[in-house]
C-alpha cells in the first residue's frame, strides 16, 4: 500500500498544500503552522515533514515510494525529530526542549534534510520558548524547523518573528457538514449539526463527539440545568458529576452555544425577545474558557459560572458577578 496514505489534505487545506508544494525549491529555514483546533492541522504538517524528507526527484513530492518516505510513514526516520508534551502532560518543559536541540544539532544520519516538529508550539513552557529561540534562529545548514499552534496569540513575538507564518484556514460551513455527513453516514442531519455548533466548526472534533457519544453527556447536562432551576440539586453536586467526566470542559461550550442559539432565536428567527443578559452572560463564557487554560481550580470555575447562569435570569442580575471574588486562579479575579 502506497505510504502516501500517510498524508491526509482535506478539502479545505487543498489550497495550502498546493502553495507549500510549490515553494519547496525555496525552503525556510522556521516555519510556524497555525489554524483552528479540530481541522486536521496534524496531517497536514506531516505531509510538509514527509515532502521535505522524500528522495524523489522525478516527481512532485512525497513519492511516498522512497525509503524516506516509507519510514517516515512507519515513524521509524531518524532524522524526522519531534518535541511534544510527555505522555498525560500538557506542557513541554526546558528539559526536553534540551534534548531535541542537541538532536537538531547533530549530524544527519542520511545525509540529507532533518526537519524537526515541535507541537503545539504553545505548550512550550517560558524557559522552554527562550531555550528554543538559539535553535530557530541559527540552525544547522539542512535542518527545518516547523511549529505547529491552534492558539498563535499564546506564543511570544520572539518565537513568531523567527518563522515564515502560514495560516490554514478553517472550513467553511458547508465543507465541515460534508464531510462529516461522509465521515458519519449513520448520524442524521440535526445531530451532524449540533456536533459542529458544539465543536466551533471543528469537522474532526465534531466527529470525535459523535464516536464518543458526546451527545449523552450534553443531555446529561441539560437535565442537570433543569433541575438545578427547580432546586432539586445544588450546584456543588452538579458540578462534581460533572468533572467525572471525561472532558468536563465541554460544560463551556454547552453554555455558550446555548446563549447563541436564544440570541439567533431573538435576533434572526425573531421567535424570542432578545433578553441582553444573554450577551452579558456570553461573555462569562468566553472568559472562563480563557481561565480554563491556565492556573484554574476547575471546580470553583464551573460552580461559579453555574451560579452565574442561575443569576443571569434574575432582574437583578449583575454581569460577570458570579465569576468576581472567587479564588479560582488561587486569587481572587
Not at 508544494?21 to 483552528?36: E, F, M, N, P, R
Not at 524547523?145 to 511570544?156: G, N, Y
Request: aromatic share 10%; glycine share 6%.
Amino acid at each position: 500500500m502506497s505510504t502516501t496514505a500517510f498524508i491526509k489534505v482535506y478539502p479545505w487545506q487543498q489550497t495550502v498544500w498546493e502553495q507549500w508544494q510549490s515553494q519547496l525549491g525555496q525552503v525556510g529555514q522556521a516555519y510556524l503552522l497555525a489554524g483552528q483546533a479540530g481541522t486536521g492541522l496534524e496531517g497536514l504538517v506531516h505531509g510538509q515533514m514527509q515532502s521535505l524528507l522524500c528522495q524523489a526527484t522525478a516527481t512532485l513530492p512525497p513519492c511516498g515510494e522512497c525509503p524516506a518516505c516509507r519510514s517516515f510513514a512507519n515513524q521509524t526516520h531518524p532524522d524526522a525529530l519531534f518535541l511534544r508534551p510527555p505522555e498525560d502532560k500538557t506542557v513541554i518543559p526546558i528539559d526536553a526542549v534540551r534534548a531535541f536541540n542537541e538532536k537538531v544539532f547533530t549530524t544527519s544520519h542520511q545525509g540529507g534534510r532533518k526537519v524537526g516538529l515541535i507541537a503545539p508550539a504553545e505548550a512550550l513552557s517560558e524557559s522552554a520558548f527562550n531555550a528554543l529561540l538559539k535553535t530557530l534562529e541559527e540552525p544547522p545548514a539542512g535542518t527545518v524547523l516547523i511549529l505547529l499552534t491552534h492558539a498563535p496569540s499564546r506564543l511570544p513575538a520572539t518565537i513568531i518573528s523567527r518563522c515564515r507564518l502560514w495560516s490554514v484556514p478553517s472550513p467553511t460551513r458547508q465543507q465541515a457538514l460534508e464531510w462529516l455527513q461522509s465521515a458519519c453516514p449513520e448520524a442524521d442531519a440535526p445531530l451532524l449539526k449540533k456536533a459542529l455548533s458544539v465543536n466551533w466548526g471543528a469537522p474532526l472534533e465534531a466527529r470525535r463527539w459523535i464516536d464518543e457519544k458526546g451527545f449523552e453527556f450534553e443531555a446529561q447536562w441539560q437535565a442537570d440545568l433543569k433541575a438545578l432551576q427547580q432546586n432539586q440539586q445544588t450546584v456543588t453536586q452538579r458540578v462534581e458529576n460533572w468533572l467525572k467526566q471525561a472532558e468536563p470542559q465541554r460544560v463551556l461550550d454547552y453554555f455558550y452555544l446555548w446563549t447563541v442559539q436564544r440570541i439567533r432565536a431573538a435576533l434572526y428567527q425573531q421567535k424570542l425577545p432578545l433578553d441582553p443578559n444573554w450577551l452579558s452572560f456570553q461573555k462569562s463564557v468566553l472568559q472562563a474558557r480563557t481561565y480554563w487554560h491556565s492556573n484554574v481550580n476547575q471546580t470553583l470555575l464551573l460552580e461559579a459560572l453555574t451560579q452565574e447562569w442561575l443569576a443571569h435570569q434574575q432582574p437583578d442580575y449583575v454581569p460577570s458577578a458570579a465569576l468576581q471574588g472567587h479564588l479560582i486562579r488561587g486569587r481572587g479575579i
